[in-house]
Antibody, heavy 120, light 107 residues
Framework: QITLKESGPTLVQPTQTLTLTCTFSGFSLTTTGVGVGWIRQPPGKALEWLTVIYWDDDKRYSPSLKSRLTITKDTSKNQVVLTVTNMEPVDTATYYC????????????WGQGTLVTVSS | DIQMTQSPSSLSASVGDTVTITCRASQSVSSLLNWYQQKPGTAPKLLIYAASSFQSGVPSRFRGSGSGTGFTLTISSLQPEDFATYYCQQSYTTPHTFGQGTKLEIK
């Protein structure tokens, strides 16, 4: 059974850096073709894809946010970490950690999501 | 970036109806098109991947079709639990962009 869970702060101040950790089980990020991604959703708005890291450490980022995002993995801990620098109120959203099925065949498992509010 | 456009943005239907949601890509995504269902306060759920393949446990009344730039999600014999928001997403190339969503409401 595949599960993912996000952890991190629920409130950050403008200009601060957000660090979220995804802890997963039921699969290995060393398995060929697999990835872990981050997707966010501002309140009442659509889903926005942010980034993905693949089993081979290939990392891809949203071009509009690339300068602010970093994704890393620790396969020994079954964790993926997302950092977002220079947080702004428009970054207020629920952030989801997701399992990318092999060969990019959909984000098949999602964490419950964590609402991050950016406010002073 | 590949832009994904869904239509309609909202849709009203009754239990037992059949509805179709359309998703169009700004360039070919081959068959790497996915459909998700999201209910309020919960994470999205993958319904269909690779345009027409069912995710495990998804009822057969959900059907996906299409390739290239045009795709559809058809839901037959609507059930009360199907009223939700539906998103398409391309995973052909990063960024794996989503459509803006289609809210399916009870008439």
């Amino acid at each position: 059974q595949i599960t993912l869970k996000e952890s991190g702060p629920t409130l950050v101040q403008p200009t601060q850096t957000l660090t979220l950790t995804c802890t997963f089980s039921g699969f290995s990020l060393t398995t060929t073709g697999v990835g872990v991604g981050w997707i966010r959703q501002p309140p009442g708005k659509a889903l926005e894809w942010l980034t993905v890291i693949y089993w081979d450490d290939d990392k891809r980022y949203s071009p509009s946010l690339k300068s602010r995002l970093t994704i890393t993995k620790d396969t020994s801990k079954n964790q993926v970490v997302l950092t977002v620098t220079n947080m702004e109120p428009v970054d207020t959203a629920t952030y989801y950690c997701t399992h990318l099925h092999y060969d990019n065949r959909g984000y098949s498992y999602w964490g419950q999501g964590t609402l991050v509010t950016v406010s002073s | 970036d590949i832009q994904m456009t869904q239509s309609p943005s909202s849709l009203s239907a009754s239990v037992g109806d059949t509805v179709t949601i359309t998703c169009r890509a700004s360039q070919s995504v081959s068959s790497l098109l996915n459909w998700y269902q999201q209910k309020p306060g919960t994470a999205p759920k993958l319904l269909i991947y690779a345009a027409s393949s069912f995710q495990s446990g998804v009822p057969s009344r959900f059907r996906g079709s299409g390739s290239g730039t045009g795709f559809t999600l058809t839901i037959s014999s609507l059930q009360p639990e199907d009223f939700a928001t539906y998103y398409c997403q391309q995973s052909y190339t990063t960024p794996h962009t989503f459509g803006q969503g289609t809210k399916l409401e009870i008439k």
